[in-house]
């Protein structure tokens, strides 16, 4: 089994490549912006050749997304997954509940007590929200985002 390991900006080009595959459930980025994403991150972790990454910020992030701001205005203290994801090829090896597990143990060491994200309800990502159901996450709100292009519901877990 592939170990987890620290994204770096060394990675950025293929952890850019990943995330623009799937900028439909997350977002678009350039590599300029996530290298500042992963320097910012409270946990930056991939696993293998960026199979797998996740990106999270804790409630102290220099950080402008609107997803990360709702959280802020409600919560004192938590850690945001701003994206997690997985190369097609790789589906179905348990990485993202490893990189959650990860994640987890990271945020509970560092005093957290809660773990948010947000989830698109449109375009709908019915794998995702199954994921999130079976990992114990529930619902606290939602919004519509980018205009109205997006409508995300937001999630919450207690550690």
Known sequence: MEEIEPLSPAHAPRALALNNEHARELS????????????????????????????????????????????????????????????????????????????????????????????NREPPNPASDAFHAALGFSEVGGAAIHGGAKTVRYLTRLL
């Open 28 to 119: 678009w980025l350039e590599v300029d912006r996530l290298v500042e994403l992963i320097g910012r991150a409270f946990l930056a972790q991939r696993i293998g050749n960026v199979e797998a990454f996740l990106l999270a910020f804790d409630q102290d992030a220099d950080y402008d997304s609107p997803n990360f701001l709702w959280f802020r205005a409600r919560y004192l203290r938590f850690v945001y997954v701003d994206r997690i994801v997985v190369a097609d090829a790789a589906r179905g090896r348990g990485h993202a509940r490893r990189l959650y597990d990860d994640l987890f143990k990271h945020a509970r060491r560092a005093g957290h007590e809660r773990i948010v994200c947000e989830v």
